[in-house]
């Protein structure tokens, strides 16, 4: 069986005779889209949630932000390793910025941001849904440099869709404010 490019796989049925030519061969073709299940959720363990909290809480009142290693399984994405990045901002109190390089860890990933400010919402804000070109995103809501809630999104089609943040060892969501 061979692999093809975005989610197509071919496979050849294998030939029924020694006399069967390449045509032959080639004419028995079944082709199959795969459709991989959608992403429902992120799991974030104890570590890491740690290591996140650790980096908001040592630059509030800045945001703070960078990113998440991922393992796919099934429809959710474990965390394995955290990557905190500086805030490049001109407005570092009221916007994360920084420039993705050999630091960031490739896909499957989650970018993340604090929202530091107990007058920012603990979503994403208009400027967030514009500017974040991942297609995943964690707002950690820190008012007072305390993480207090944890929300993570997808990029769809037509705009961004809440999904669940949840603990690896019993599935529990952590708190969403």
Known sequence: MGSG????????????????????????????????WPIRGFVIP?????????????????????????????????STHHVPLPNDSSTPKRRFESTVDDRVPPPPRLFYHSHTSASSPSGLTTIDKQSIPEPFALVVFAPHGTSLGYRGFKRQLLGWQELSVETSTDRTRLPRL
């Not at 197509?8 to 073709?29: L, N």
């Not at 104890?46 to 099934?74: N, T, W, Y």
């Open 5 to 36: 490019v975005n989610g197509v796989r071919h496979s050849r049925a294998p030939a029924t005779g020694s006399t069967a030519s390449r045509k032959d061969c080639s004419a028995v073709r079944i082709c199959t889209t795969v459709f991989p």
């Open 46 to 78: 104890p570590e890491i949630r740690r290591s996140i909290v650790s980096h908001v809480a040592a630059d509030h009142p800045r945001e703070a932000g960078g990113f998440l290693g991922c393992v796919r399984r099934g429809n959710r994405l474990y």
